[in-house]
């Protein structure tokens, strides 16, 4: 067996097992497996682990230096072992149990949005368990639902979450490596719901320069320029794992570029509002639960020299 190969392999052959292992026990049993798992993780990623401590104690100056932010860090790694364990379970989880555990708020927004014909484009972070949005959405409204992604770095593991999402999760995948914008203007032109995360870190000139917990970050404005094209809203859409067991999505308030504080705006500095209030929205609700966030990820990469 080839290097390449083995280390295509391994992880994917890791997930299935974890799959098959998650639907067979009952739901609690399987994030307690999912913690167990993250602590693992947390012995072996030892460069994400401080990754993280490094950006928690930018983020929070005051807890520099104390038990708080390992503290942080642990429950990080646990959350995410429960979220996978929660999206390989989708599967067997039924319409009576995600109705139960999954409180949704605002789903009269999507409804109203679709009333008029111009599609939804929501705008999620990598917070709380946000495969759940679709899943639970999709109980309650008909409409296509696509989450805009870019490819894992293996192929097979990238397969089997694509379809996965597909089958079970509510949404198909648009690649954001493919054709552009090009599907996710189709969609929305179709009166469809079109799902795209905002907190990831972008280099100019891709990217422009957004305060996020403080200090300015490379932001993807893609979102926003699709918006001001189409002459449509965004609506924010996150969850949240309010206990061990329950969650809850909440949608909105839509946020209009026709609450621009100056009408004269040209379209740059339109789309740079729209993005400074999307970080605010994101920031905002991490700060609610900064343990179920993606502090692993660099996000502040690209920041102005």
Known sequence: MSRSRFKTSIPFCFLKTLSRA??????????FLGERVGDLLRILLRGKCTRIRQNLEAAYPSDQGTPAIRHIESRIFRHFGMLGAEFLRFPVLSEEWLR????????????????????????????GNWEMISKRLALDVA?????????????KVDRF????????????????????IRPILSALRRNEIVVMAQDQSAAPPEGIFSPFYGRLAGTHPAAARIALKLGIPLLPAFNARISREAHQVRFGPSLCFKECPDPLYSSNQKIQWMVDRENALIETRIREFPDQWIWMHNRWKHTPV
């Open 22 to 31: 998650f639907q067979i026990l009952s739901h609690s049993q399987a994030l």
């Open 100 to 127: 139960k555990h999954v409180t949704i708020e605002g789903l009269d927004l999507v409804r109203e949005l679709l009333g008029k014909g111009q599609g939804v484009l929501a705008f999620i972070s990598h917070f």
């Open 143 to 155: 409409t296509p639902i696509h989450v805009v992604t870019r490819k894992i770095r293996d192929p």
């Open 161 to 180: 979450i694509r379809e996965h999402r597909a089958m079970h999760g509510g949404a198909r995948s648009i690649s954001a490596e493919g054709d552009g």
